[in-house]
């Protein structure tokens, strides 16, 4: 047999195609998964590590009122009920399976949290590298091949319209991997795509680029050349809450926002409600002098910190310097670079409005999504966490089925190519979820393992 004939041909290594090579492998199907850089992980590896899923021993343990009626709704509201509604069930239906079948697996959910677009507290949070090594642990230990630094270029398509193969650039020249139950994309999205973010949302190159080394659109392209649809193209948007010195060394995002903290612009002015979600705030962030916004908060919302809990960490953001502290309004205003009236003039009418003296300037009532009580800004010391809007991926992408095969312009399916995880459109619409990124990647991986394995005969996989 050909050394490059499989079963299954996985394109990229973060947890969607992570999850659906281990979910293959465990199907007894011989798979090869390539990642077009030198490490694995993806994007997945520089994320918050945060899995959404409702009906957990977490949630019960903490008594947290959650359902599956509920976080269908969130997701609809949050992405303006333009998802796709199918994609939408296919994720519920298979969501407690999987976070069964990752517990299965040896993977600790150490904290649950409410973020951005829940109603209830279903981010669950784990050290994302080490879910990613165990999973790639288990497919080695299956016999699963993994190949780094092949770079899929073009899908091989037979004339009967199937595809059955991806042409790659290897350390050793250019060669073919052949999927006898096909080829799935997890390729990740655009956010290193300068072509492609010019193309669908220039208006959004302002944004740190974040994201994997390789997000820079080759699935898209590659399904795109084949005739695949596109989803959610025109809600592309950055994510605020990042220190202007962000780098690659470590997920830097802070969500004071969400316990209790105002945003404003350097002239001291607010200029969103800070509940909604953060790819909202991004896009209103990014409107602002500079890009700029920043996070305003008091000795009560700053003792809300949870160390060690990506979003929520402001000891470590202060222990490496990056946030601003004084004893008061006009002194943080002076050390911050904001304008001092207005900063003071603010967080008075803020403070007014959590009071019920007045109506507030931009309709906030509660914390996250609309949940959770304001608390007023007026205990010293205060502090000023400065933030730009990171582009950590764009939640957009080639247009799939609840099977998670690829359909193109015409809603037909693309026989033989899938594609699951950030590389998709359709699942977010408007707006995204915590947690649901990696949760959709692990879900549908998982999906597409199963209908790969039925799609070839028992004998051929046994």
């Known amino acids: 047999m050909d050394q490059n004939v499989f079963d299954l041909v996985v394109v990229g290594s973060g947890i969607a195609g992570q999850t659906a090579a281990t979910a293959a492998a465990e199907a007894g199907l011989r798979v090869v998964l390539l990642e077009k850089t030198d490490e694995l992980g993806g994007s997945s590896a520089m994320s918050g590590g945060f899995f959404a899923f409702t009906g957990t021993d977490e949630q019960f343990l903490k008594g947290v009122d959650d359902s599956a009626e509920l976080f269908l709704q969130d997701l609809l509201e949050s992405g303006q009920h333009l998802n796709d509604r199918a994609l939408l069930d296919a994720y519920l239906s298979g969501q407690n399976d999987t976070y069964r079948w990752l517990r299965n697996h040896g993977v600790q959910f150490r904290a649950l949290e409410i973020s951005s677009g829940q109603s209830a507290p279903r981010s669950h949070n784990t050290d994302i590298k080490e879910v990613l090594r165990t999973l790639q642990q288990a497919f080695t230990s299956l016999g699963g091949v993994t190949r780094l630094a092949h770079r899929a270029r073009r899908l091989v398509r037979e004339a009967s319209g199937t595809v059955t193969g991806v042409v790659v650039d290897s350390p050793h020249g250019e060669q073919v991997f052949t999927g006898r139950a096909g080829v799935v994309l997890a390729t990740g999205g ?102 700029l916004g920043f996070e305003i908060f008091d000795a009560t919302v700053r003792e809300r910190s949870l160390p060690g809990v990506p979003l929520n960490d402001i ?54 999504n609309r949940v959770g009580r304001l608390v007023p800004l007026n205990r010293a010391p205060f502090y000023a966490y400065p933030a730009k809007s990171l582009m950590t991926t764009t939640y957009c992408g080639i247009t799939i089925n609840a099977n998670g095969e690829v359909v193109d312009v015409d809603g037909d399916v693309i026989d033989g190519l899938y594609a699951i995880g950030e590389v998709t459109g359709g699942f977010h619409g408007a707006a995204y979820i915590t947690g649901t990124s990696l949760g959709k990647g692990a879900v549908f991986g998982r999906i597409v393992a199963h209908n790969a394995a039925v799609r070839l005969p028992t004998e051929a996989h046994a």
């Open 190 to 291: 655009f956010s290193r795509g300068t072509d492609l973010m010019q193309i669908f949302a220039p208006d959004q190159l302002g944004a740190i680029p974040y994201g994997g080394k390789g997000n820079t659109g080759d699935g898209l392209k590659m399904a795109w050349k084949l005739g695949a649809g596109m989803a959610d193209m025109s809600f592309v948007s950055g994510t605020y809450g990042s220190h202007p010195d962000t780098g690659e060394e470590f997920h830097e995002l802070l969500t004071a926002y969400y316990l209790g903290a105002i945003i404003v612009n350097k002239h001291g002015r607010r200029f969103v409600d800070e509940s909604q979600s953060y790819k909202v705030l991004g896009r209103e962030a990014l409107r602002q002098p500079e890009g």
């Open 315 to 368: 000891d470590m953001l202060e222990n490496i310097g990056h946030v601003y502290k004084a004893d008061s309004l006009p002194e943080l205003a002076e050390v911050a670079g904001i304008d001092c009236d207005e900063l003071v003039e603010t967080v008075a009418r803020y403070n007014a409005a959590v009071a019920g003296e007045r109506s507030d300037d931009f309709g906030r009532t509660g914390l996250c």
